[in-house]
């Protein structure tokens, strides 16, 4: 689900080159390319890609303009979780714990800890100490995907949830399963960017292929 869930390859026929990104996620990922030719022609070539999940996409072809003469052509992607035309479908989240315990919540939409730009409509919902794990902080560096245990729900819609800061060990569901409303995905933790023990949800898709969106939603 990292940075090998697309990987891309290019296949020549005479004089023409196409260039393919392969999806190894478990969600749609939207993907920003760039080209760079010397005496080449590019076609099909779209600034934006929804890459399915699993699926196989041309990105651009590019063909030689002057046999005769030398070329050359370089090739890069980014790309976001997410299809970035995908709108919510209206619905009402079951509470992401036990509806029967009381929980606080730590902050809010528009939080000015970290509920700015691409998470502006999140939701940190203090959980208790004895279910927390400690390999968290305030350290920027911890912000970084590979410092934080999470689970990522795709939905019909094109969106996603996302549930953060599990505990080490304590996610329950496994790549491309299919899970239902109430069923038990992970232990909360204070794992990544993290002040205290707490669960962050939202829902969210890519922006494009360099930032991510997030959406009001409704418990």
Same mark, same amino acid.
Request: with cysteine; glycine share 10%.
């Given at each position: ?18 260039? @393919?990104?392969?999806? /190894? !996620?478990?969600? !749609? ?9 010397? $005496?080449?022609?590019?076609? &099909?070539?779209?600034?934006?890609? #929804? ?5 196989? #996409? *041309? ?32 619905? #009402? ?10 929980? *606080? ?33 305030? /350290? ?8 934080? $245990?999470?689970? @990522?729900?795709?939905?019909?819609? =094109? ?14 569901? &496994? ?14 933790? $204070?794992? =990544? ?11 969210? &898709?890519?922006? /494009? ?11």
């Amino acid at each position: 689900f990292g940075s090998g869930s697309l990987r891309h390859t290019i296949r020549q026929t005479g004089d023409s080159f196409a260039w @393919y990104v392969v999806s /190894d !996620a478990a969600i !749609a990922c939207t993907l920003a390319p760039a080209i760079t030719t010397t $005496n080449m022609d590019v076609a &099909a070539f779209a600034p934006l890609q #929804v890459v399915p999940a699993g699926e196989t #996409v *041309k990105l651009a072809t590019f063909t030689i303009t002057d046999p005769a003469q030398a070329y050359k052509y370089g090739v890069s992607y980014r790309f976001r979780f997410g299809d970035y035309t995908a709108a919510p479908s209206p619905y #009402v989240y079951a509470l992401p714990w036990s509806a029967t315990e009381p929980r *606080k919540v730590g902050q809010g939409f528009h939080g000015t800890f970290s509920h700015t730009g691409d998470s502006e409509y999140a939701v940190d919902v203090l959980m208790p100490e004895g279910q927390a794990a400690t390999t968290g902080g305030t /350290d920027p560096g911890f912000k970084e995907i590979e410092r934080v $245990n999470f689970v @990522y729900v795709a939905h019909a819609d =094109g969106t996603f949830a996302k549930y953060l800061h599990l505990a080490p060990g304590g996610v329950r569901v &496994a790549l491309g399963q299919a899970v239902a409303r109430g069923e038990l995905l992970g232990l909360s933790g $204070n794992t =990544g960017f993290s002040s205290a023990p707490h669960l962050h949800f939202e829902l969210g &898709a890519a922006r /494009d292929g360099v930032s991510s969106r997030s959406f009001p939603f409704k418990w």
